[in-house]
């Protein structure tokens, strides 16, 4: 039986709904004492696919020394610019229209779909209507001001909750659309 692809959000944020602080640290959160690895290793098994932006991906390269880590995922970074010869075999640039984007990830066949960030991203499909879960561990960390992960938005979207984990002082919120 298949099973419709999903949009997913999988990510941390601090008590006040920061993702990172305005120069992109995420030191607050490595500070907070977890639990193994807070269902990383379960929710992997779920998707074959990542998307984040230009922003995220540069951290991301250069958190991880220039080692793309989901070379074994499909990827695709949103980018104003494409850049040729990425580090890793599948990894795609983009600045497709983000719900032509979806279609055409779940239309094709394979698992679910992880947006990695950031915000700016995330917003563009929270505002279609794209992403169909979200699972946000809650850091009980208040830093006061950075990056949110939700931006001001006129939309109003539902969800339904439908799991509350602990993972030391980590609170896992998983949520589905309605």
Request: aromatic fraction near 12%; hydrophobic fraction near 40%; proline fraction near 3%.
């Amino acid at each position: 039986m298949d099973t419709e692809r999903k949009i997913v959000c999988y990510i941390a944020e601090s008590l006040d709904g920061y993702i990172a602080t305005e120069d992109d640290s995420l030191d607050w959160l490595f500070k907070v004492e977890g639990e193994g690895d807070a269902g990383y290793a379960d929710f992997m098994e779920t998707i074959d696919t990542v998307v984040m932006g230009r922003r995220t991906y540069d951290w991301v390269m250069e958190m991880e020394k220039g080692e793309y880590p989901y070379e074994e995922l499909k990827s695709y970074i949103y980018s104003k610019s494409v850049k040729d010869g990425s580090p890793a075999r599948d990894i795609e640039f983009t600045d497709m229209d983000i719900p032509a984007f979806a279609d055409k990830l779940k239309s094709a066949p394979g698992k679910n779909i992880w947006v990695i960030g950031g915000s700016e991203l995330l917003a563009g499909f929270m505002d279609a209507g794209l992403v169909d879960e979200f699972i946000i561990s809650i850091a009980p960390v208040v830093i006061g001001s950075g990056i949110p992960l939700f931006k001001k938005s006129n939309l109003m979207t539902e969800y339904k909750l439908k799991d509350v984990k602990r993972y030391g002082e980590f609170a896992q919120l998983h949520y589905i659309s309605k």
